[in-house]
């Protein structure tokens, strides 16, 4: 089950839905800037590089809407959003076809 492989989603202010994954991998490539961090319920406020902020709220996979599929490839579990692109996450990277 996803659920069980993905330790936490994130419902992003501007709609979009992160795992744990990209939300790190985006505040290690300096994409996003942490501002405030709160530890239950597990948020966080980041600047994104536009400077616009970005509130992101830990909930329960099991509460994504239909449309949200969770990828996982290894250890990398991504937030892909099947209305846009089967081959866009929801952070904007597009996985190569193979």
Known sequence: MVADAVDAVFEGSNGRYYTHWQ???????????????QGRPERY?????????????????EELPDWVEIRI???????????????????????RRE
Not at 23 to 37: A, D, P, V
Not at 45 to 61: H, K, N, Q, S
């Open 23 to 37: 939300l790190y991998r985006n505040l290690e490539r300096g994409s996003w800037r942490l501002c405030i961090y």
């Open 45 to 61: 406020l980041v600047e994104a590089a536009d400077r616009r902020l970005l509130l992101l709220a830990a909930i329960d996979p």
């Open 73 to 95: 490839e290894g250890s990398v579990a991504r937030v892909v959003d099947r209305r846009r692109s089967a081959s866009t996450t929801t952070d904007g990277e597009r996985r």
